[in-house]
């Protein structure tokens, strides 16, 4: 067609000329197909697959970012609870350690009120102990005593000083009076 | 016999007498694109997280027309909209003019006027799609034309000229630049060779003037590596051009 034309528009020329400006029919269609074969392949097949690796590439740098961070997220909560922990079995530590202070001082507190009442007691008793001791001592002696005076004032005066009452009431004077003499020398 | 524009017009080979015919450079084109389909299917099969070698090849080829063509001319939004668009233009024209300098092909099928209309009727109608689908056809011819800021007694010539330079010229130039980047590459490479063959044929037959095909030859060799730069120019160019067309078009005022 296009020949045609070329050869009508030129003149006489040899069968075969074409023109390097006016396009054949062929060359149309076939670059035409060629167009719209190329256009669906980049279409259909290379924009997809490209589309998909750029999204994969993108959620795989984008989550390594994201993966990190909650890591570095939970090591940093991980971090705190590990220091508040220890904060914690600080303070029971101390507490620990302030209550057995404070057992220490009760329990010594204790055991010297303890070892105090009983040297209390132990005083006491051994007080009383005395006590009768002497009491004893008293009496024996006073019977001892009572006997040996009258012994010797039986011997001294020669008779036997048998009436028991009146000895007993000669003694008891004579002791009065000695207890007296005693005190009254023990109260200057 | 010289390098001809011919060599762009072999004899059909296939499908003869139809609109479907297929001659040599037709063949080539489909093989083109045909390998290209191939390096992109296969490349972004497997997309892995950490991509080995030849995906990274893959990932910066595809990033290229993405990020560096469509999304930094455009934006974000607009650009991954026109993405798909603007790297079909760009793969399948880099493609297309690669095999000029593919030993046994050796021609590239984008030196054919019909591939580069095509091309650029996709991207007159995308960018005045664009700015129609955005302002309504009102306001955007109307932010095409009618410039502000210019006195409004010669506002109606700036718009005729506006009119020639957006709407006649840009389709134009987007083919006539690519297609003649190629052909003449071609002819290029065809004389250097053809000269070659011709000066050695000479030293064969006894003329020291055959040395002079050392000179053409490393100049040959030169142009092979010059027009491997020039295909993938040539397509960067006219992705860009799309979409700084689309961007403009898309842009509030000019």
């Given at each position: 067609?296009h020949?045609?034309f ?10 075969g000329?074409?023109?390097i ?14 167009f719209?074969?190329?256009l669906?392949?980049i279409?259909r097949?290379?924009?997809p697959n ?8 993108h959620?795989?740098?984008e ?6 961070e909650k890591?570095q ?9 590990f ?9 029971e530590?101390?507490?620990?350690r ?7 001082v ?6 010297k009120?303890?070892?105090q009442a009983e040297?209390?007691r132990?005083n006491?008793?051994a ?9 004893n001592?008293?009496?024996s002696?006073?019977?001892?005593v009572g ?7 039986s011997s ?18 004579f ?8 005190s ?5 | 016999?010289?390098?001809s ?12 007498g ?12 489909l093989?083109?694109v ?8 296969l490349?972004?099969r497997?997309l892995k ?5 030849g995906?990274?090849?893959m990932?910066?080829a ?11 001319t455009?934006?974000e939004?607009e ?12 793969f ?10 593919i030993?046994g092909?050796?021609?590239a099928?984008?030196?054919?006027i019909?591939?580069a209309i095509?091309?650029?009727?996709i ?6 799609y664009?700015g129609?689908?955005k ?12 410039l502000p800021?210019v006195?409004v007694?010669?506002k ?5 000229l506006e009119?020639?330079?957006?709407f ?6 987007l ?9 003449a590459?071609?002819?290029?490479l065809?004389?250097c060779?053809l000269?070659t063959g ?9 003329s020291?003037?055959?040395l ?6 490393l ?8 027009e491997i730069f020039v295909a ?18 898309l842009a509030d005022?000019?």
């Amino acid at each position: 067609m296009h020949t045609a034309f070329f050869l009508t528009a030129s003149g006489p020329e040899a069968e075969g000329s074409h023109s390097i400006l006016l396009p054949e029919l062929p060359d149309l269609i076939w670059g035409s197909i060629a167009f719209v074969v190329v256009l669906i392949v980049i279409l259909r097949v290379v924009m997809p697959n490209i589309t998909r690796a750029l999204d994969a590439r993108h959620d795989a740098i984008e989550g390594g970012i994201k993966r990190a961070e909650k890591a570095q997220a939970e090591a940093a909560s991980t971090k705190d609870q590990f220091e508040e922990a220890l904060k914690e079995a600080r303070t029971e530590a101390a507490k620990i350690r302030e209550q057995a202070r404070a057992d220490g001082v009760r329990i010594l507190a204790e055991l010297k009120e303890q070892a105090q009442a009983e040297a209390a007691r132990i005083n006491a008793a051994a007080l009383a102990t005395i006590e009768v001791e002497r009491q004893n001592a008293l009496n024996s002696l006073r019977g001892e005593v009572g006997t040996l005076a009258l012994s010797l004032a039986s011997s001294v005066i020669g008779s036997s000083l048998k009436d028991d009452k009146v000895s007993a009431s000669i003694v008891d004077r004579f002791l009065a009076d000695l207890e007296a003499d005693s005190s009254t020398k023990a109260g200057k | 016999m010289g390098p001809s524009i011919n060599e762009f017009f072999p004899a059909p080979i296939l499908f003869i007498g139809t609109p479907f015919e297929l001659n040599r450079i037709m063949l080539i084109r489909l093989l083109a694109v045909a390998a290209l389909l191939l390096i992109l299917w296969l490349g972004t099969r497997r997309l892995k997280l950490v991509p080995g070698r030849g995906q990274v090849a893959m990932e910066f080829a595809i990033d290229f027309a993405r990020k560096g063509i469509a999304i930094d001319t455009l934006g974000e939004k607009e650009g991954k909209r026109f993405a798909p668009l603007i790297m079909t233009i760009f793969f399948l024209t880099l493609a297309l003019n690669v095999t000029g300098t593919i030993p046994g092909l050796q021609i590239a099928s984008t030196g054919l006027i019909g591939q580069a209309i095509i091309l650029s009727i996709i991207a007159y109608v995308t960018f005045v799609y664009a700015g129609i689908r955005k302002f309504g056809v009102g306001r955007f011819f109307k932010n095409a034309l009618w410039l502000p800021g210019v006195p409004v007694a010669i506002k109606p010539i700036i718009a005729v000229l506006e009119v020639l330079s957006t709407f006649i010229v840009r389709p134009i130039t987007l083919t006539l630049r690519l297609t003649m980047n190629m052909v003449a590459g071609h002819m290029l490479l065809v004389l250097c060779f053809l000269a070659t063959g011709f000066f050695f044929n000479m030293l064969i037959s006894g003329s020291a003037w055959g040395l002079i095909g050392a000179g053409t030859l490393l100049m040959g060799i030169a142009f092979v590596v010059l027009e491997i730069f020039v295909a993938a120019l040539q397509a960067y160019i006219f992705a860009i051009l799309t979409a700084i067309y689309i961007q403009l078009a898309l842009a509030d005022e000019h």
